[in-house]
């Protein structure tokens, strides 16, 4: 069975300069990536070429009903 990770992404918007980060549940990294770019544009209210995805940040294992960090969580 696939796990499921929470992946946290660092994020720039480039009309306005604001940095923020984001997450995105997913089997893998490239999944999460390929995801969140249209989230973060929805949630900014902007188009996605307007978002700069940055460095992962995080990556975090659910335990029970919580997300912990996953320092040794292969992606």
């Given at each position: 069975m696939d796990?499921?990770?929470r992946y946290t992404f660092a994020y720039t918007v480039k009309s306005?300069?604001?940095y923020s980060e984001m997450s995105q549940l997913g089997r893998s990294k490239e999944e999460a990536k390929a995801i969140i770019p249209a989230r973060?544009?929805?949630i900014e209210f902007t188009e996605e070429d307007d978002i700069q995805l940055g460095e992962?940040?995080?990556?975090s294992k659910k335990v029970g009903d919580?997300?912990?960090?996953?320092?040794?969580?292969a992606s």
């Open positions: 796990e499921v990770f306005t300069g604001e973060i544009a929805d992962l940040i995080n990556i919580n997300y912990i960090a996953c320092e040794g969580c």
